[in-house]
C-alpha cells in the first residue's frame, strides 16, 4: 500500500486548512506503522506501559467513532473493541491483527470523512456525553488533530524501539 501524506496549505481556508492537517496526521500514523509485521505492531514500548503501535491504531479507530459517528452524528452504536464503553480495551493489542485493525481504522476514518464533507459548516454541533454539552465540528476536528499529534509522538518512539526508523 502507499501512503500519501500531503502538507496542508500555507494559506487555506480554515476548513481547508483543518482537514488537510488531520488527513496529514492520520498519514503519519499509517507511515509510523508502515511494513511491520503483527508481532512487531504489538510490542510493547517498556514496563510498566503497555502501550504499542498496534494499540495505538486500534485507540485512533476508537476516537474516530466516537467523535465524529457517536458526537457528531449522533449514532447510537457501541466502541469497536468493547460493548462495555471502555475506551481502554482498544490498547490491548492481544489476539488483534494489522489488518483487522488497520480495517476497522480506515473503516472509521472513511466514514469520519464523509460526516465532515456533508455537515453545512464547522458550527455543526453535537452533544459530547462525557463532557456534558453540545461541542462543534471545529472543535471536534481540532481535538482530533491534538490527539494525533500526540500519538505520533508516541508512534515515533514506538516504532524507534521496533527497527530503529526515526522521522517520516
Known sequence: MTIERVSPPVRGGERETLRAFLDFHRATLALKTEGLTDEELRRRSMPPSTLSL??????MAEVERTWFRRVINGEDIPLVWSAEGDFQAAYDPDGSTGAEAFAAWQEEVDRARHIEQAAPSLDVTGYQPRWGEHVSL??????????YARHNGHADFLREGVDGTVGA
Not at 54 to 59: P, S, T, Y
Not at 138 to 147: K, S
Open 54 to 59: 498496534l494499540g495505538l491504531v486500534r485507540h
Open 138 to 147: 471545529r472543535l471536534v476536528m481540532l481535538h482530533l488533530i491534538h490527539e
